[in-house]
């Protein structure tokens, strides 16, 4: 199978879109040679938004025409199963064609809302481990084996080679990779987590760290693992025909060749008892909003926000705008989770790698907004000062890093964010506020209003 290109800008974003197909997303989604629709790195920047995806995938469901004789009392042809949209009913046939993809965009939202809450604190545990190691059982760096993608397992190899070349992996794939580095491998999970920030194309540390930490099982009730059947099932047999560890016994032989019982005895102590889930540690709220409307504002266009639907860019269409490429998070020097106690594996991102790099300058290069590099403070201050601003507008960011930026520059200027458009009408914050202690929580919040 070739490994897939991605182009950053909105023009490959709307190819890309205008090609999913719902229902068959939803059958052959774990599958590495799926229907999967790999638009996560221009979601990740906000080149299309998850509303803008969930319109698109609403439009191909109302596409579907209802098969003969389809009997109407379905499960889906319940109250609760059926949604309506714009006055009219999905249909049982729709419901199920398309119920997968917009269940993997519900989980997109909970992360971030997560991330919102939580801030810098995902780099940290979210519960517990259930694996019955303690956490200074696990290594803090990743080996050097599995980083230079030559471990001699060529499944594992795969995926290592892979991420570095495209800046991708199937969703799958990510899960088996994470398993054997913090499961076989017992390594931190947060060593794994940086490892795939620095390459991902769709490097989002709130997607990443908690997928990472599901499959850890520090946010989740038990560890994920994997074995040779499963992955032989959904990566279609590719990688253990030529194995030459295959069929082989002992430390020579293939590492997931067992029953997931027999694995799960190997590589854990016990199960720890299901802790108590916490509630999120909330993050300092973000610089408060204007009351007055400011009247030369600049625009900040940051990188969760690269596309039209950028709510300061609709609200401002004539105003002076300035993108600003974080020089210190090129470098490597943003630091996450730093501070007194802190493990050194929690202490910044690495540096991303070249193609994320060329990614978003392409993003940006179809925005009519000039880029500058530097600190991203300083360059908005002194674009502020250059256009006679009196103040700034931007759309509301989630990743601590460009609120810290937004916090500096509200010291010296006023800064209003506008909210994006959401994939759900559910607040963020307060008592009307789901549940995000589990997925499952939210969605029985979030469904009903998404299909409604």
């Not at 993809?101 to 809450?117: F, K, T």
């Not at 050097?144 to 800046?167: H, R």
């Not at 210190?328 to 996450?336: L, M, P, T």
């Not at 009519?368 to 002194?382: C, M, S, Y």
Request: hydrophobic share 45%.
């Amino acid at each position: 199978m070739p490994l897939p290109i991605f182009r950053g800008g909105r023009r490959a974003a709307e190819e890309r879109l205008a090609a999913i197909d719902p229902a068959r997303y939803g059958a052959s989604r774990n599958h590495l040679s799926g229907a999967v629709t790999r638009l996560s790195p221009w979601i990740r920047h906000g080149v299309l938004t998850l509303a803008e995806v969930r319109q698109a995938v609403f439009a191909r469901l109302e596409a579907l025409a209802e098969p003969a004789g389809v009997v109407q009392a379905d499960l889906f042809a319940s109250t609760a199963g059926c949604g309506s949209r714009g006055g009219r009913s999905w249909s049982p046939a729709q419901r199920r064609a398309g119920e997968k993809l917009i269940s993997e965009l519900g989980w997109r939202d909970y992360w971030q809302r997560l991330w919102r809450q939580l801030g810098d604190g995902i780099w940290h545990d979210r519960e517990p481990l259930k694996t019955g190691h303690r956490p200074d059982a696990y290594a803090a760096a990743l080996p050097a084996d599995i980083a230079a993608a030559s471990t001699g397992l060529p499944c594992i190899d795969a995926f290592a080679a892979e991420l570095m070349a495209t800046g991708w992996l199937h969703n799958h794939a990510r899960m088996w990779l994470a398993a054997y580095v913090v499961h076989w491998r017992r390594v931190r999970w947060q060593a794994g987590a940086r490892w795939f920030l620095q390459h991902l194309l769709d490097g989002d540390p709130a997607s990443n760290n908690l997928s990472w930490q599901w499959v850890a099982s520090s946010f989740s009730p038990k560890p994920y693992i994997f074995n040779r059947a499963n992955l032989e099932r959904f990566s279609g047999g590719r990688f253990c025909g030529d194995c030459p560890r295959a069929g082989r016994g002992g430390a020579a032989g293939c590492p997931f060749e067992a029953s997931y019982e027999q694995l799960q005895a190997r590589l854990f102590l016990a199960f720890a008892p299901q802790a108590e889930i916490p509630a999120p540690d909330l993050q300092p709220p973000p610089p408060a909003n204007l009351v007055a409307p400011l009247r030369r504002p600049l625009v900040w266009v940051h990188g969760e926000a690269l596309g039209p639907a950028n709510p300061a860019l609709l609200a401002h269409p004539d105003a002076p705008a300035l993108a600003v490429l974080d020089a210190d998070w090129i470098a490597g020097h943003a630091g996450a989770g730093q501070g007194a106690g802190s493990p050194a594996c929690l202490v910044g991102e690495l540096p991303p790698a070249s193609g994320r790099i060329r990614f978003l300058r392409a993003c940006l290069a179809e925005l009519p907004v000039p880029v500058r590099e530097g600190d991203v403070a300083t360059e908005l201050l002194a674009a502020a000062v250059d256009h006679g601003c009196d103040g700034l507008v931007t759309s509301r960011p989630v990743d601590p890093r460009l609120l810290r930026s937004a916090a500096r520059v509200a010291a010296v200027l006023p800064l209003q964010m506008l909210e994006p458009e959401p994939f759900v009408a559910l607040p963020f914050e307060g008592d009307a506020a789901p549940d995000l202690r589990r997925f499952s929580r939210y969605w029985r919040r979030a469904e009903p209003l998404v299909w409604g």
